[in-house]
């Protein structure tokens, strides 16, 4: 895969656990054995083809979001540097970003911290909003499309994105004026893919019509499961991937956010109905289920949520996202946890009937999915 200037470096491999038992922090050893549901697959990371597309990503990607918008401060440059080329290391050859992360600043991060294996990595970026600034509002018009994938080839440091979405659809944009631009962009070489994100299934349709849909990215998870109404049947008829984002629920199904969690003031969750303390409080009974779910398996809440939406489509790929390394590769550890289908319906059972309570957006920005 050709890449930026800066293309020096060779992929290194990941290290092979070759050991029999393992302790998880908060629970018990468990040994691992040919015969238990979670199976210790070895520390090398697979691969995924999205849908029909050709392009194949790691099992588990990385979001970049937060290391420079949305949950706080960001975080230190040389720190999320690391950061980045640690998941490389451990085998993520997958790594999201937007324009709106900043507005550029997320794509900057990423355009110096992929440089010396940019040719190994799939980049996968968006367009769509005013500016590049959500409060702003939506922009998909032609002429922004063709500005953001410049600016954005520039940031990244690269010649090529490999996947670019449409961050949310905009009303005021026939669709088919949007995946013509991105088709053309394709066609002049600076786009490899075309992406949809919290799109509903009338604007996919008429986007793939015009110029393949890759992948669509939305919002799927133990915590929110409405893509399984309509989203992912489509997907799957018209050969379309899935990159979930907040796979982790933005850190609630880890369990580590309690009902008097206290939010940095610039952290987006403030806004967030689900995020109210009142709705933090309601639905700690679905992290205790799935803590106890875990715990019986000897692996973390995190990696049984991220298991869970690999075992559902061989072409779902989600993109977790953190700023701290030890969850790092707690979150990627989720690919060597194989669940049986006596564990997904042992999942299913208990869970339930557990009815999730807050909308997972503000407002004026629930207006803004599912178009």
């Not at 393992?22 to 199976?39: C, D, I, K, N, Y």
Request: net charge neutral; charged share 25%; aromatic share 6%.
């Amino acid at each position: 895969m050709s890449g930026g200037a800066c293309r020096s470096g060779v992929r290194s491999e990941p290290r092979v656990a070759n050991h029999h038992t393992r302790r998880v922090p908060g629970t018990h050893t468990m040994a691992l054995s040919q015969e238990s549901a979670f199976q210790e697959k070895g520390s090398i990371m697979q691969t995924r083809t999205l849908g029909n597309s050709g392009l194949t990503v790691s099992a588990i990607g990385l979001g970049c979001m937060g290391l420079s918008f949305g949950y706080g401060p960001a975080t230190d440059k040389g720190q999320a540097i690391n950061l980045i080329r640690r998941a490389h290391e451990l085998g993520v050859t997958f790594f999201d970003t937007a324009e709106a992360y900043g507005p550029g600043d997320n794509e900057l991060l990423l355009g110096e911290a992929l440089a010396p294996f940019r040719d190994k990595v799939v980049i996968a970026t968006k367009f769509g909003f005013k500016h590049g600034k959500v409060p702003d509002g939506l922009d998909s018009r032609p002429e922004n499309i063709r500005a953001v994938a410049e600016a954005s080839l520039r940031r990244l440091n690269t010649d090529v994105i490999d996947l670019f979405y449409q961050h949310r659809v905009d009303p005021d944009v026939p669709m088919e004026e949007v995946a013509g631009t991105v088709r053309d962009l394709i066609q002049e070489g600076k786009v490899r893919h075309f992406g949809l994100s919290e799109a509903g299934v009338d604007s996919i349709r008429r986007a793939h019509a015009v110029q393949p849909v890759a992948a669509l990215q939305s919002e799927y998870s133990l915590w929110w499961r409405e893509p399984e109404q309509a989203i992912l049947p489509l997907l799957e008829e018209l050969g379309i991937g899935f990159v979930p984002f907040s796979p982790l629920g933005k850190g609630f199904l880890t369990g580590a956010i309690k009902a008097d969690t206290r939010f940095d003031d610039a952290d987006f969750r403030n806004q967030v109905p689900r995020f109210a303390e009142a709705a933090r409080q309601a639905n700690q009974h679905l992290v205790e289920v799935l803590s106890d779910l875990a715990a019986s398996k000897g692996v973390t809440s995190a990696q049984i949520a991220i298991a869970w939406l690999l075992a559902q489509k061989p072409w779902i790929a989600p993109i977790p996202g953190t700023t701290k390394l030890h969850r790092l590769e707690e979150n990627l550890g989720a690919a060597r946890v194989a669940l049986s289908a006596t564990d997904l319906g042992d999942i299913q059972r208990a869970l339930a009937g557990i009815k999730v309570e807050g909308d997972r957006y503000p407002s004026h920005l629930q207006k803004n999915v599912g178009r």
